[in-house]
């Protein structure tokens, strides 16, 4: 049966803590197979695919600047985190069958090769799975912003943020059982109504260039494949 795709080339943004599974740092190796699995078979069905990782399950700048760190040298550890983990999965991608490339914002050359954009395009147009790694290469930002950055700059047709709910609600879905999710919002509403879906730099890129963006609940299998197939899972955001 062959699969209709509603998309060409996507950008995935996965933080650091969709790595953790249960524990409460590092990675475990089920979750990074599993989530290696299914990035591999999105790209088989014909889809390019670029990934962000965060870094939030090793090191955060704000965590780091909160116990008496610099700021500045916590954001460079915590963008090491993020070349850790992206490394993490291009062999979890690697040794699933998949291809795949880490280009890194900040050099790192015996490790991994520099963010090049064009480059970038390349590796997605022959098939690599490109993990963006080191986030924006600046202090003071955040891999959300490195997503909806880098979405933009390869021309991705959609951006996916995979989290652990099933979408934006009103509230707190754990706290609050007459919470509702959301299936749609403008950029707008997600800016002045506070939602935090990710942080207001990342939304505002989205809306100045129109950069679709949707948040689903990576925890259920099949989920990917089921937003490339056309699904409306989870909350899309856009004009
Ligand atoms: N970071 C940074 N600049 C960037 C992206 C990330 O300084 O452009 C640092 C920052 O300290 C951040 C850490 O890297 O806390 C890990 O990234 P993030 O918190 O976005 O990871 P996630 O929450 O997605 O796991």
């Given at each position: ?7 060409r080339?996507i ?14 740092y ?11 699995r299914?990035i ?7 889809v ?10 090793i ?35 690697e ?50 912003s490195?997503?909806a ?12 943020k995979a989290?652990k ?6 509230a ?16 707008e509403?997600?800016i ?5 879906v ?5 939304i505002a890129?989205?809306?100045d ?10 925890g ?17 955001v856009?004009?």
């Open positions: 049966m062959t699969r209709s795709i509603a998309y080339r950008l995935l943004k996965l933080s650091g803590e969709a790595l953790m599974g249960e524990a409460d590092g990675i475990d190796p089920k979750v990074i197979q599993r989530l290696a299914e591999i078979e999105v790209q088989k069905a014909g390019q695919v670029g990934v962000v990782i965060g870094g939030g399950n090191f955060r700048g704000e965590g780091l600047a909160a116990a008496g760190m610099d700021r500045v040298t916590g954001d460079h550890m915590g963008m090491l985190a993020t070349v850790m983990n992206a490394l993490a999965m291009q062999d979890a991608i040794k699933a069958g998949g291809f795949a490339r880490t280009m890194s914002a900040i050099k790192i050359n015996e490790v991994c090769e520099d963010f090049i954009r064009r480059r970038a395009v390349r590796h997605l147009e022959k098939g690599r799975i490109v993990l963006f790694a080191a986030g924006t290469g600046n202090p003071f930002f955040t891999t959300d490195a997503a950055l880098r979405a933009v700059e390869v021309g991705a047709d959609l951006l996916l989290t709910v099933d979408g934006v609600y009103t707190d879905p754990a706290k609050d059982p007459t919470a509702k999710r959301y299936d749609h919002l403008s950029y509403e997600v002045h109504r506070d939602l935090r990710m942080d207001t730099s990342a890129l989205c809306r260039h129109r950069m679709p963006l949707r948040i689903y609940d990576m259920v299998a099949g989920n990917l494949m089921r937003i490339m197939e056309g699904a409306q899972i989870g909350t899309l856009n004009t």
